[in-house]
C-alpha cells in the first residue's frame, strides 16, 4: 500500500525525497566519520602525552646500590599537586598476577591507580609493547592510563610503568566537535534541501509549462501547443499537437455524416409531407402525421449526434449573456400577445464551455417552454458556481409542474397537455445536451409560482 502511494505522489516530491534523503544520509554518515575521526585524533595525541610520560618515567627511574628504587625527578607541577588529574605509579608485578607499588607520584597521595587484573600477563603476552584502557581515578574521574613493562640496570626483575590523566578535556572536546559539526551540517543539510527543491522545480519548469498549454487547449484558450521545449519534451508536445489534430479531424467527419445523414433523411420526409398533404383522405392524413412524427425523431437524433460529437475541451466558449439578451429579445416578440415579461441576469464574464448553438438549444426550449406557461413573468438567471461550472435557472409564474410528474416529462416526447403545440421534446433535448457536457437538468419549485428550471454546465475560463 505504502509503495502504491509512492508510485502516485507527485513527481516533484519523489524527486525532492530521493535526492534530499540520499544527501541527508550522506551528510549524516560524513558527520559521524568526521567525529570518530577527530575522536581518535585526539585521542592519539593524548596517548602520545602519556608515552611521553612513561619514556620520562622510565629514564628518571634509577636503581641504587642496594636495590632500592627511586623515584625520577621530574618537573611536572601536576604530577606534584594532589588529584590534580595527572598520575604516575611505578609497581612490582607478583608471582600471583598482582602487584606491589613501589614508588608513585604525589598527585596520587593516598590512593593508587587501579588497572586491569589481566593487566600482568598482557604485558608478558606482548613484551615491549604498552597496555591502554580506561579506569576511574582517585576522585572518580575519568581516566586514560597507559602501562609498560620494562626492566632497570642493577635490577633483575621488570618493573611496570602506570601514567594516567583526566580525559574529560578531551570528551568536552569531542562533544563540542560534534555539537559544532552538527550545527554546520543541518545547516548544510537544509541548504542541500533547498537547493534540490530549486533544482527539480527550475528542471521540471517546462513540463508545468506544457501542462498549462495543455489545460489552455482543453479550456479553449489555445487551439494547439504552441511552446518551445527541451529535446526531451518536444516528441511528447508534437504528439499531442497530433492528437488534438486527429481528434478535430474525426469530430468533423462525424459532423459531415450527420449533415449527409439530415440531408438524405429530411429530403424524402419533406416530399412524403407534400404528398399526403396534397392528397385528401384517411390514409393522407395518417401519412401526414407518421411523417411529421418521423421528421421530429430524426431532428431530435441528430441534435443529440451533434451534441455527443462535440467534447468541452475542443476549444468553444460562447457568450452567456449574449445568448441569453438574443433569446430574451427574441422571445418577448414571439409571446408579444400574451404579454410575457422576460427578466434576465447573467454573471459579468460568464462564458459556457461549448458551442453557441447548444447553448441557444438548451436555454431557448427552457425559456420558451417558461413563456408558453407562464402568466406573464419569466426570469432567468445565469451564474458562476465556481471556476469550472456555471449555474443556468430558468422559473415562471404559471401553474407548475407537481413533483411526481416531473420525471415524466424528462422522457423523450412525453407531453403532459396535448393540446399544447409542440413533439414534447424540449425538455428532453435540454437533459441530454446537458449530461453531453457533463452537466445535468433539475426541475422544482420556483419562487415566482411556477416551475424552476436548473442547468448544471460547463464554464470556460475567461
Keep these: 500500500m505504502m509503495l502504491d502511494g509512492f508510485r502516485k505522489s507527485s513527481l516533484v516530491r519523489r524527486l525532492v525525497i530521493l535526492a534530499a534523503g540520499w544527501s ?43 636495590g632500592q628504587v627511586l623515584a625520577p625527578a621530574l618537573t611536572d607541577l601536576r604530577a606534584l599537586r594532589a588529584y590534580s588529574g595527572r598520575y604516575w605509579q611505578v609497581v612490582e608485578p607478583l608471582p600471583d598476577g598482582q602487584w606491589r607499588i613501589i614508588v608513585r607520584s604525589r598527585s596520587l597521595w593516598d590512593a593508587e591507580l587501579v588497572a586491569p587484573e589481566d593487566l600482568v600477563a598482557q604485558l608478558e603476552a606482548s613484551p615491549g609493547r604498552p597496555v591502554i584502557y580506561e579506569t576511574p ?19 633483575e626483575a621488570p618493573l611496570i610503568f602506570m601514567a594516567a590523566e583526566d580525559r574529560s578535556p578531551i570528551d568536552r572536546d569531542v562533544r563540542g566537535f560534534i555539537t559544532a559539526t552538527a550545527v554546520a551540517f543541518l545547516l548544510l543539510g537544509a541548504g542541500l534541501v533547498g537547493a ?16 498549462r498549454e495543455v489545460a489552455e487547449v482543453r479550456r479553449g484558450k489555445a487551439e494547439r501547443i504552441a511552446g518551445r521545449y527541451p529535446i526531451e519534451l518536444e516528441p511528447l508536445a508534437e504528439e499531442l499537437n497530433a492528437l488534438v489534430s486527429h481528434n478535430q479531424d474525426v ?20 416530399v412524403m409531407l407534400t404528398e399526403s398533404r396534397q392528397t385528401p383522405g384517411p390514409l393522407g392524413e395518417v401519412v401526414e402525421h407518421q411523417a411529421e412524427v418521423m421528421r421530429q425523431q430524426v431532428d431530435h437524433h441528430l441534435r443529440r449526434a451533434r451534441a455527443a460529437a462535440r467534447t468541452p475541451g475542443r476549444g468553444e466558449r460562447t457568450d452567456v449573456a449574449d445568448v441569453l439578451d438574443e433569446l430574451a429579445r427574441t422571445l418577448s416578440r414571439i409571446f408579444q400577445d400574451k404579454g410575457v415579461e422576460i427578466d434576465w441576469d447573467c454573471d459579468e464574464d460568464l462564458y459556457f464551455q461549448g458551442e453557441r448553438q447548444d447553448l441557444l438549444e438548451m436555454a431557448g426550449n427552457a425559456m ?16 458562476a458556481r465556481s471556476p469550472e461550472r456555471l449555474g443556468l435557472t430558468i422559473e415562471d409564474n404559471g401553474p407548475g409542474l407537481p413533483a411526481e410528474r416531473r420525471p415524466e416529462v424528462l422522457r423523450r416526447g412525453a407531453r403532459l397537455d396535448e393540446s399544447a403545440p409542440g413533439s414534447g421534446l424540449g425538455l428532453s433535448i435540454i437533459d441530454e445536451l446537458a449530461r453531453a457536457y457533463g452537466g445535468d437538468l433539475r426541475l422544482d419549485d420556483a419562487k ?12 470556460a475560463e475567461t
Design 368 to 383: 420558451e417552454n417558461a413563456a408558453q406557461w407562464s402568466r406573464g413573468k419569466v426570469r432567468v438567471r445565469a451564474v
Design 24 to 66: 541527508l544520509t550522506v551528510l549524516l554518515v560524513s558527520a559521524l566519520v568526521l567525529a570518530l575521526l577527530f575522536q581518535q585524533a585526539a585521542l592519539r595525541r593524548f596517548d602520545e602525552g602519556l608515552a611521553e610520560l612513561i619514556d620520562n618515567l622510565l629514564a628518571g627511574t634509577t636503581v641504587d646500590e642496594s
Design 196 to 211: 534540490v527543491v530549486f533544482q527539480v522545480r527550475f528542471g521540471l519548469r517546462p513540463l508545468f509549462a506544457l501542462r
Design 251 to 270: 469530430v468533423e467527419r462525424q459532423r459531415t455524416h450527420v449533415g449527409n445523414l439530415a440531408h438524405a433523411l429530411k429530403t424524402p420526409l419533406s
Design 137 to 155: 581515578g582517585p576522585i572518580s574521574q575519568p581516566l586514560r592510563a597507559m602501562a609498560s613493562r620494562a626492566t632497570l640496570p642493577g635490577r
Design 448 to 459: 415566482l409560482g411556477g416551475l424552476l428550471v436548473a442547468i448544471d454546465l460547463p464554464r
